[in-house]
T-cell receptor, first 116, second 112 residues
Framework: EPEVTQTPSHQVTQMGQEVILRCVPI?????FYWYRQILGQKVEFLVS????????KSEIFDDQFSVERPDGSNFTLKIRSTKLEDSAMYFC??????????????FGPGTRLTVT | QKEVEQDPGPLSVPEGAIVSLNCTYS??????FMWYRQYSRKGPELLMY????GNKEDGRFTAQVDKSSKYISLFIRDSQPSDSATYLC????????????FGGGTRVLVKP
């Protein structure tokens, strides 16, 4: 069964450093998303991406964040200058583009980001 | 008022019992509803997806949506210890694009 994959599974970085989180969405999906979950809190939407551009973003997704689809399979989230409060699980998700199936989002296993 | 509310639990049931989970929401525009299962430190796994009021059944799982009451439910029949996890409801609307709004999750423990 196709699945979303994410690398690395755990990333430790120092405050102020840049990190890139990588995702390979399900191959025939055209919508891509990043969500995050701070320990003990709700899963929160960050950004959605379709047709090589951002379609929605949340207030959390400020200028420190960017997303890219560098090739036909990868989808990345970059945090330019990490802060302690960026420590969280980051989940990539993907969905079909067609009709109501576009709302059916499949999540990857997550990358645990620890900022020290 | 929070947009989506779930009782955090834990909800403890004996093996074989029916697990009953629910979410309430305040935004009447929500029209697409999902239930996810999340094991500790893992990604949410899509269990059920509905976009109309009424019931939808898939194996041991039944999802129920009551838009007039802004209330959704998930029932798990013949619960197994492997069903022990956190269950998240999520929802969205056409106006929200594909942005999912999640509840905080209900932790379920199924005891052998």
């Amino acid at each position: 069964e196709p699945e979303v994959t994410q690398t690395p599974s755990h990333q430790v970085t120092q405050m102020g450093q840049e990190v890139i989180l990588r995702c390979v969405p399900i191959s025939n999906h055209l919508y891509f998303y990043w969500y995050r979950q701070i320990l003990g809190q709700k899963v929160e939407f960050l950004v959605s991406f379709y047709n090589n551009e951002i379609s929605e973003k949340s207030e959390i997704f400020d200028d420190q964040f960017s997303v890219e689809r560098p090739d036909g399979s990868n989808f990345t989230l970059k945090i330019r200058s990490t802060k302690l409060e960026d420590s969280a699980m980051y989940f990539c998700a993907s969905s079909h583009a067609s009709g109501t199936y576009s709302y059916e989002q499949y999540f990857g296993p997550g990358t645990r980001l620890t900022v020290t | 008022q929070k947009e989506v509310e779930q009782d955090p639990g834990p909800l403890s049931v004996p093996e074989g019992a029916i697990v009953s989970l629910n979410c309430t929401y305040s935004n009447s525009a929500f029209q697409y509803f999902m239930w996810y299962r999340q094991y500790s430190r893992k990604g949410p796994e899509l269990l059920m997806y509905t976009y109309s009021s009424g019931n939808k059944e898939d194996g041991r799982f039944t999802a129920q949506v009551d838009k007039s009451s802004k209330y959704i439910s998930l029932f798990i029949r013949d619960s197994q210890p492997s069903d022990s996890a956190t269950y998240l409801c999520a929802m969205t609307s056409k106006a929200a694009g594909n942005k999912l709004t999640f509840g905080g999750g209900t932790r379920v423990l199924v005891k052998p």
